[in-house]
């Protein structure tokens, strides 16, 4: 269970270091010089954003800590050596490949953001999914 809780706190880590750098890359590159002086203004940005980091990163990663608990509950069962090493393998294989998704997930949203916010000026709105169905009438 450690072991769990340890990767789920990198990982949570690692994904809100991340998001805080597109924030900084997004703050330098769209925030005029005169709207930053207000320190109050952009360090409450930075706390909110990182308050809906971990709010986020806790939905994504439950399926890992789900894991752990059910790993807690069949520790204690007599059960097959042969089955807690497919587990455990099931496990790794599963670990790798969800934070895998996640991450490219993570990424491709995090430019997305940017750049549809470099050429709209807006964040995301009902003008992409209106795109999406193919209502040109909006354009």
Known sequence: MRKILLQIFIFSVLFIVTFTINRVLMQNSFIPTGLISDKNGIFLMYLLGVFHDIRFLSAAFLP????????????????????????????????????????????????????????????????????????????
């Open 64 to 139: 890992f800590l789900l894991c752990g608990f059910l790993s807690l509950i069949f520790s204690n069962i007599k059960i097959n050596n042969k089955l807690v090493i497919y587990s455990k393998n099931f496990y790794f294989i599963f670990s790798s490949i969800y934070i895998i998704v996640i991450s490219c997930l993570c990424i491709g949203f995090s430019y997305a953001k940017y750049y549809y916010y470099e050429i709209y000026k807006t964040k995301f709105d009902i003008f992409m999914f209106t795109l999406k169905d193919d209502n040109t009438k909006t354009i």
